[in-house]
Nanobody, 126 residues
Framework: VQLQASGGGLMQAGGSLRLSCAASGRTFSSYHMGWFRQAPGKGREFVAAISWSGSSTVYADSPKGRFTISRDNAKNTVYLQMNSLKPEDTAVYYC????????????????????WGQGTQVTVSS
């Protein structure tokens, strides 16, 4: 599966952005999907994940309560709604597809994901 992330940009603190990740292929609905981010000078970190059906979600502590992950399998797209943005949310955001059995603990690991998008830059100014 090929993934294309979009929706990033420059936003003031407190604002909102919605990222999208469009997937090619007919098997999108069989993958769990995740969002990760990488801030300048730091490693890539987990943000959120959603099961193939959309019935289960997992969030990292930092964005919990501010970010919402969702998916539309009919459109082969996963979303990340980001509200109350903070300067520390500045990063390149990546979407990824996980072909394994759903595990709330394992979906936070980069190694679980077989396919990655190219990333979209989110910059939050104070």
């Amino acid at each position: 599966v090929q993934l294309q992330a979009s929706g990033g940009g420059l936003m003031q603190a407190g604002g909102s952005l919605r990222l999208s990740c469009a997937a090619s292929g007919r098997t999108f609905s069989s993958y769990h999907m995740g969002w990760f981010r990488q801030a300048p000078g730091k490693g890539r970190e987990f943000v959120a994940a959603i099961s193939w059906s959309g019935s289960s979600t997992v969030y990292a502590d930092s964005p919990k309560g501010r970010f919402t992950i969702s998916r539309d399998n009919a459109k082969n797209t996963v979303y990340l709604q980001m509200n109350s943005l903070k300067p520390e949310d500045t990063a390149v955001y990546y979407c990824a597809a996980d072909p394994h059995t759903w595990s709330p603990a394992l979906v936070m690991r980069e190694s679980e994901y077989a396919y990655w998008g190219q990333g979209t830059q989110v910059t939050v100014s104070s």
